[in-house]
């Protein structure tokens, strides 16, 4: 039967616009590791790549994009983020292996970008973010990885694999790789992929010394994520482990396209509170949703949250084995703040040449033993002082309401005349004549109240004309929040 399908607005048009990430499938097989900045920005600007582009082209990738793309919180923090992300691929190489025609094996070594421009550090907060951006240029050398393949794609030379770059948004930086290995098999349905293979593709050759520790913190997460957040999904009770022996040697996936439903549900372009399609042996109101497996996801523990959140620095900078940092975590006695104070400390005494021994001993004590340093106390006093600021600033807030809830009830045209100030200031003004406009009538004392912009200025005003009646609370708190946006 047909499908019923609910109208977009155009802001949900404009969201599912389709960018689509397309590559040579020898970069997907590719040697190289990417953290998840670095993943954010590479497949940003591969989304971005297109047939018209001239070979000398500069791409700019506007950072608002990229927090509006992968739903990152608002702060400069993640410029600086991202523009490490983007001078760290200058100087991370990329190689690729394959046969020549007398099947002799060969590698080639190169890396993907030769240039980066940005704001400068510490300049950041003078820039909008909306105005914050990164431009980069390809190498010469491998913009056929690219671009050749829109522009002179050739099905007998070229091998290449595309798809949707929301499908990637949500998946860490292994949970990506092994999508794109899994959508070059799509149509076949399985694909079989060895551990040398998957480890040294990922750069992790020397980690995960037991295939139990690898399957878990790499292959199964990895399933979870692209099952929950992409257009595959990977029976995990079908996964089959191939042994050599006593060793598990090789991994065989099967693969399962989602159908065009599954797809829209999981991004909200079809709302499943109305029918996708009709049974006609049900009455309308018994109409069927179809089950959605994928949705049956169990959420992560915070153990497995915390390992993922923090395993690119701990486990590949620090050199941290997976295994230890997993017991640590399993203990539950180290949250995200415990972690990141221990993380800061390391780099501060890394910088300055005060580790003796081994970064990775010296991390996992400054996280049991919980190290601190001066700019981690100063940074302590802030906080609670920033607590403190706002709990003083609510009380006020509190006590200002209190009051003029009392004297405005005790006298009601104090409101009225704040009202008729507020009319005759020129920036409420057009405010007020915009809102009476869409009403189709005069604003009354009510329309304010349920205007936050404008209970803000009636408040405001009511405090400015009658200030013998706030005195005493001004002068109690006034002190005190200065004292304290001082010590800020």
Known sequence: ???????????????????????????????????????????????????????????????????????????KQSYKFLRDAAESILSKSVKIKWDDEGGIPLQERFTLFTTVR?????????????????????????????????????PKIHRYTSYDIRNIVSLKPYGTRIYELLKQYQKIGERVLTVKKLKEMFNITDEYKRFFDFYKYVISKSIKDINKHTDLYIPPEKVEKIKKGRNVYAIRFFIRAKTQEEVDILRGTVSISQPIFKDDNLPLNETKIPSIEILEIEEEDTADKLYSQFEDIIIKKYGVTPVKFAKMLSTGQYDETAIQQAINVTNRAKYNQEIKKSVAGFFLSALKDGYTDVKEEVKKRKEETRQELNRVE?????????????????NPTITDEAVQILREEVKVKKIISEQ?????????????????????????????????KFSDIQTNFSSKISMLKKHL
């Open 1 to 75: 039967m047909g499908r019923r399908r609910n109208k977009l607005s155009k802001a949900q048009k404009r969201k599912n616009i389709v960018k689509l990430i397309v590559q040579d499938n020898r970069l997907i097989e590719a040697d190289y590791s990417f953290d998840v900045w670095e993943t954010r920005f590479f497949y940003t600007l591969v989304s971005m790549i297109d047939k018209s582009d001239e070979d000398d082209k500069v791409y700019r990738i506007w950072f608002s994009d990229i927090k509006k793309l992968f739903r990152l919180e608002n702060n």
């Open 118 to 154: 940005s704001i400068q550090e510490g300049s950041e907060h003078l820039v909008a973010d909306k105005n914050l951006y990164i431009d980069i240029k390809i190498l010469k050398e491998v913009r056929p990885f690219f671009l050749d393949i829109k522009k002179r794609f050739d």
């Open 394 to 410: 609510e009380e006020y807030s509190e006590k200002l309401l209190e009051r003029i809830k009392k004297i405005t009830t005790d």
């Open 436 to 468: 009476e406009h869409n009403l189709g009538r005069s604003m009354e004392v009510e329309d304010f109240r349920q205007s936050p912009e404008l209970r803000s200025w009636v408040i405001q005003t009511i405090i400015k004309n009658n200030p013998s």
